[in-house]
């Protein structure tokens, strides 16, 4: 069964640092990893999809890493805001029938001004 | 539509009633989630519908839960005899279908079971 684990489970940094968030995952049998944010009592809103053949994507002050064989994901935030302030989920897609979502339980960050 | 569209955004029902749940996904996704986020929870999977195929039930927590997808487009979670564990939020996300699809999510529904 695949396990997903988010390091750390909380975050608070002064504004205009750089971070890095932590996922690790244990069945590498995967067709692609996604990061999200989740603001409080919202929805998901999807940064950054790794397919199982890449190794990063970048989207503004995001940068998301895959290390399929050692199960690990790296999202960085550079420059550091508070309305950066959210909890991030990662997510990866098996390529096993059923297809579904295994989240990790999230970083929450705090980002102060 | 732009987006995956849920209604309603909240609903509060007493305990012992049906609640419908209704998801909107995007215009020519061919699969549907259900998830379930509870408070301080990570999200959990509860069905998952792909095109025409049977759909895959396995985290449905109980009996009392079901859902349907008609014209392989709109969904409709329903809990039937709602608890007040099923207090939680409810997000139902669309994908195209392919393997390397990713997902868009609604912006969920909240129940509260009083």
């Known amino acids: 069964k695949q396990e997903v684990t988010q390091i750390p489970a909380a975050l608070s940094v002064p504004e205009g640092e750089n971070l890095v968030l932590n996922c690790s995952f244990t069945d590498s049998a995967i067709y692609n990893l996604q990061w999200f944010r989740q603001d409080p009592g919202k929805g998901l809103t999807s940064l950054l999809l790794?397919?199982?053949?890449?190794r990063e994507q970048t989207s503004g002050r995001l940068n998301a890493s895959l290390d399929k064989s050692s199960g690990r994901s790296t999202l960085y935030i550079a420059a550091s805001q508070p309305g950066d302030s959210a909890t991030y989920l990662c997510a990866v897609r098996h390529n096993n029938a059923g297809n579904m979502l295994t989240f990790g339980g999230g970083t929450r960050l705090m980002v102060k001004p | 539509g732009a987006g995956v569209s849920q209604s309603p955004s909240n609903k509060v029902t007493e305990k012992g009633k049906d609640v419908e749940l209704r998801c909107d996904p995007i215009?020519?996704?061919?699969?549907l989630y259900w998830y379930r986020q509870s408070l301080g929870q990570g999200l959990e999977f509860l069905i998952y519908f792909q095109g025409n195929s049977a759909p895959d039930k396995s985290g449905l927590p109980s009996d009392r839960f079901s859902a349907e997808r008609t014209g392989g487009s709109v969904s409709t979670l329903t809990i039937q005899r709602t608890q007040q564990e099923d207090s939680a939020v409810y997000l139902c996300?669309?994908?195209?279908?392919?393997?390397?699809?990713?997902?868009?999510f609604g912006s969920g529904t909240r129940l509260t079971v009083v």
């Open positions: 996300a669309s994908s195209w279908g392919g393997q390397g699809a990713g997902y868009t």
């Open positions: 215009s020519g996704h061919t699969a």
């Open positions: 790794i397919q199982s053949s890449q």
